[in-house]
């Protein structure tokens, strides 16, 4: 694929759409022609579609019954780096093209004409009669260059009505003109200075900016406060000075203002925002500001990596050991891999920041194909918070109540020197479990293979996979004895009650997304918090990420050890990222930080690593266990989820594709399974699991696909693969 063809009119063409058709279909090249790349209006049926002019044409199609490419869009044609990572992409994660393009083209409206608004500016004409409310207009209209003004804007500057402007418009001393409605973006200037960077951030800066200029991906470790979002701002600069484009990409956007603003104090403006909060207009406005370069930088979500940049040449991948840089829905891919996919196309640098990386970015520098840039104490004068266990086998705590003694103590230290403390608990709702005390009767979801949460604040029982809600009954549906369903267990908002009881004059913030129903309204809750407005706050792992909270000198986790109860592959891995980050949020500013973790397995190895801090020595235990099981990070997985309305059926698919395993055993993989998924039924759709295991450099994927084309799916029945799954859900 060549990027520069163009096709004269009536030439064969193969144009890709975004329906699920299968492949490029060939479509003759519209009169005047157009470039590989152009996006185009085609007929599909008796519809017309949008799509991309993918290539030449293959011409096993009667020439005759071609139908021809109805428009040429306005914008940009899709860059060969793009469309070379759109395919990578879809083969690495073997999704079909089309859906791949989909994540391309999400910018509704992208191709209607922008609509148009009239503004008003400085004219050459003289009022034909000068008053002081005309004067003032001229006044601000000078004052203001030639953007102009809209009409509202412009009279309440001038403080006086719309129709003194209206008025000055026969005589020509204002001018009213129509233009398009999106606004132009303002520019950043790297040539402003920045913070003064301390001497390890200026080393730090300077390795980035031997590897600016081309692919190279480079791991930046420090911990949290270190100071690393000043020193990838710097690599942003230098990025822009070379007039190229950047890309951050942040787990949390849409949640936090501290990162735009500090944008904006870097480079005078605030960056392009890509996230779910985004209005359509405003996404349209930045898709065709990124396709045409007048954008620098876009700060955005994992989606954000499909913007048509025009000249992409960093991208930063913040917190990159977050878990929620994998799509787990619809095309199954993780934004961090694929970031540095997208950067080797287009020969921009990557990095990837964070306080504890994943175990594959950590592999990946051990090996030397990551370069690896370390910052590390903290900034100025903040100190890594003191981490210490409470051995919860120690203390005497009452029935239905979750923070011990000790802990009770360390909060009302803090509280009382007017510092914030934060207990953190990684569940949502009140109660993770209602039971019956008549029959032992657990409450659980109609249609799925899961418990139903207590969530008070809401009235309600909600299940976590699916999002069904019931109310909740006073009679147990069980055994229908009445006022018998008791809570079991702690969530958030049980947790506040007892706070609210063992700490009755303090004043307390609980943080957990479902409590809030816009993205501004939480995201008002963490300034507020910030800027002091609670003595006490309780989050689940929405805390532990990037938020700043100055005054938080105490961090108290109320059940170390609950993320390592699962099976998972990552289990520890997790718990050790989410503990440190937590932890990391306590003594930022100039208070000492300190973290206190109750767990009832003090000696528990994961648990030893997190306190110990030895992060290097925790990673290398961590990969030694993974390399004598042969998975990833050294070795590879797939996941292959089978669904549909019964089991049966499943099990039957599950246990052929076992039995026919040919095209696995010849790169040597092992399948495992068919079993139960671990939720064994979502949405009243039964699941039932296959594991792949495969050496590293198994050429994988396209033994999958020989191996899944052997079996004939029933139209009710779904095959979904997953290539180097997260969770094992
Ligand atoms: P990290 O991204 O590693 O968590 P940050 O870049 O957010 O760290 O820095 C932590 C805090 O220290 C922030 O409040 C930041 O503004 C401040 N800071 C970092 N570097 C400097 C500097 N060179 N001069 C002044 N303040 C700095
Ligand atoms: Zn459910």
Same mark, same amino acid.
């Given at each position: 694929m060549s990027g520069q063809d163009w096709f004269t009119d009536g030439a064969r063409v193969s144009v890709l759409t975004?329906?699920?058709?299968g492949r490029p279909l060939d479509y003759l090249a519209p009169e005047g022609g157009c470039w590989a790349g152009a996006f185009v209006m085609v007929p599909l049926g008796p519809r017309k579609v949008l799509g991309v002019?993918?290539?030449?044409?293959?011409?096993?199609?009667?020439a005759a019954k071609l139908r021809r490419v109805l428009q040429v869009m306005?914008?940009?044609?899709?860059?060969v780096e793009m469309r070379q990572f759109l395919m990578k992409m879809a083969s690495y994660t073997m999704t079909p093209l089309p859906q791949v393009l989909r994540l391309a083209t999400r910018?509704?409206?992208?191709?209607?004409a922008p609509g148009l608004r009239k503004i008003y500016r400085l004219g050459s004409g003289e009022p034909s009669r000068m008053t002081d409310a005309r004067a003032r207009v001229l006044e601000v209209l000078r004052d203001h260059g030639g953007a102009g003004f809209q009409l509202g804007e412009l009279a309440a500057l001038a403080g006086v009505t719309t129709s003194v402007v209206k008025g000055m418009l026969t005589s020509g001393a204002v001018v009213e003109a129509d233009v398009p409605r999106d606004a132009p973006f303002e520019r950043l200037d790297p040539s402003l200075p920045g913070k003064v960077l301390s001497e390890a951030q200026r080393a730090a800066v300077a390795r980035l900016e031997d590897g600016s200029g081309g692919f190279a991906p480079v791991l930046?470790?420090?911990?949290? +406060?270190?100071?690393k979002t000043e020193v990838y701002l710097e690599a942003v600069a230098d990025c822009l000075r070379q007039g190229r484009q950047a890309l951050v990409l942040l787990p949390e956007i849409a949640l936090s203002s501290e990162f735009l603003a500090r944008v904006e104090a870097r480079f005078g403006a605030k960056p392009g925002e890509w996230h779910s909060g985004v209005t359509q207009t405003e996404r349209r406005r930045l898709w065709k500001a990124t396709a045409s370069g007048e954008v620098q930088m876009v700060a955005g979500? #994992?989606?954000? *990596?499909f913007l048509p940049f025009r000249d992409l040449g960093l991208i930063v991948v913040d917190e $990159?050991?977050?878990?929620?840089?994998?799509? $787990?829905?619809?095309? *199954?891919?993780n934004a961090r891999d694929m970031a540095v996919l997208r950067a080797s196309l287009c020969g921009a640098q990557v990095v990837l920041a964070s306080a504890t990386p994943s175990l594959e970015t950590w592999a990946n520098a051990e090996a030397g194909k990551y370069a690896r840039v370390d910052l590390g104490a903290?900034?100025?004068?903040s100190k890594l918070p003191e981490m210490r266990p409470i051995?919860?086998?120690n203390e005497t705590i009452e029935s239905?109540?979750? !923070?011990?003694p000790t802990l009770v103590g360390a909060v009302i230290d803090r509280v009382r020197r007017g510092e914030q403390a934060m207990l953190f608990l990684n569940r949502r709702g009140y109660a993770p479990v209602t039971i019956c005390r008549a029959c032992g009767h657990q409450i659980g979801c109609d249609h799925c293979d899961a418990r139903m949460v207590e969530h008070r604040f809401m009235k309600q029982l909600v299940c976590h996979q699916c999002g069904e809600t019931k109310p909740i009954p006073?009679?147990?549906?069980?055994?229908?004895? $009445?006022?018998?369903l008791a809570p079991v267990g702690p969530g958030v908002e049980r947790l506040a009650e007892e706070v609210r009881e063992r700490f009755p004059d303090s004043r307390m913030a609980v943080l957990s997304s479902? %409590?809030?129903?816009?993205a501004r309204a939480l995201k008002e809750a963490i300034s507020d918090i910030a800027n002091g407005g609670a003595d006490i706050i309780i989050g689940t792992? !929405?805390?532990?990420? +990037?938020?700043?909270?100055?005054? %938080?000198?105490l961090v108290g986790v !109320?059940?170390?050890?609950?993320? %390592?109860?699962?099976?998972?592959?990552r289990a520890a891995e997790r718990t050790f990222q989410l503990m440190r980050q937590v932890a990391g949020r306590?003594? #930022?500013?100039e208070t000492e930080g300190l973290a206190l973790l109750q767990t009832y397995?003090?000696?528990?190895p994961v648990i030893r690593a997190i306190l110990g801090g030895d992060e290097e020595a925790f990673w290398r235990a961590e990969a030694a266990q993974r390399q004598a099981q042969h998975v990833p990070p050294y070795g590879r997985m797939a996941g292959i989820i089978l669904s549909g309305p019964d089991l049966k059926p499943l099990f039957d698919i599950g246990e052929a594709l076992s039995r026919q395993s040919g095209p696995l055993r010849e790169i040597e993989a092992t399948v495992y399974g068919p079993a139960p998924a671990?939720?064994? #039924?979502?949405r009243g759709r039964h699941r039932v699991r296959l594991l792949v295991k495969a050496d590293?450099?198994?050429?994988?994927q396209a033994a999958l696909a020989r191996w899944v084309a052997q079996v004939r799916l029933p139209n009710n029945v779904r095959l979904a693969i997953d290539i180097d799954p997260q969770s094992f859900m």
């Open positions: 975004a329906e699920p058709v002019v993918w290539g030449a044409g293959d011409g096993d199609f009667a306005d914008v940009p044609p899709m860059k910018a509704p409206g992208l191709f209607d930046l470790k420090g911990v949290t +406060g270190s100071g979500a #994992r989606s954000a *990596l $990159e050991h977050d878990t929620s840089y994998k799509q $787990e829905e619809g095309v *199954l891919y903290r900034f100025g004068a051995d919860m086998r239905q109540h979750w !923070i011990g006073t009679q147990c549906p069980n055994c229908k004895v $009445e006022g018998k479902d %409590l809030f129903t816009t792992q !929405i805390v532990a990420k +990037g938020h700043n909270f100055p005054k %938080l000198s !109320i059940d170390a050890d609950l993320g %390592l109860q699962g099976s998972d592959l306590a003594g #930022r500013a397995q003090p000696e528990h671990p939720v064994a #039924r979502v590293k450099r198994a050429p994988l």
